[in-house]
């Protein structure tokens, strides 16, 4: 989507200066910081009253203590579970700038491994262990299998749409609920092979798609792929 043009600033009239983004380590420094803050001003009070009125009823502060410390491990944890997600997302999207330097014609898609592709790529490539994130990136001839290590993309696998046979859902685990994409195809030995994987909901989810209309239109498109090619 293409971004709304700035306005022409008038006559006598300076233009603001653009914001910065805050990153999300400096957010969450900023709130852990405010977090121990209230938690010391608690602190504090709590010995401020102790000290000054001995025989107070301090069940209600004692209350609201632990309700401030409940919501501030709470509001902490959803932050680091924030800033981990964001930086999943910053790793793909590295990956996908650098298959994209290479090709950009390519479409990419954020997928995670199978036990089975997992024993394939150690079989092809015994020196390279899948993490849960690869990247396939689709293009008008081949599809490949990406990886980012040490910050570096590493092409795992090619499969040409050519050699391909077959592309299909395959329920791996029998339950229904964990459904993966299977692609048949043929290795340059003339021996059968298959790549199952998943597909996450996007870049830097761990969220796996399950069968529904995404999944299977992605199945649609792959396999038109395979027949124009």
Known sequence: ???RPDRVPRPGRARRPQRRPVS???RLAVLRWVVVAVWAALLTTRIVVVAFSPGVDLTWFGVAEVVAITLGLVVIGVAVARAH???R??????LALAIRRIDPTVWLVPAAPTEELRAT???VRPEASLGNRVTWAVGATEASLWELEDR???????????RMVHVGLEDVHGDGRAWAIAMHHVRPDD???VATFFVRASP???RLLGRGPRLERLVADLARERIVA
């Open 152 to 162: 570096r993309a590493t092409r795992l696998m090619v499969i040409r749409w050519s």
């Open 121 to 123: 790529i150690e079989s």
């Open 204 to 206: 830097g989810s761990g």
């Open 191 to 193: 021996s059968p092979a």
């Open 24 to 26: 999300p380590a400096r």
């Open 1 to 3: 989507m293409l971004s």
């Open 85 to 87: 997600a964001s930086h």
């Open 89 to 94: 997302r910053r790793e793909d999207e590295a």
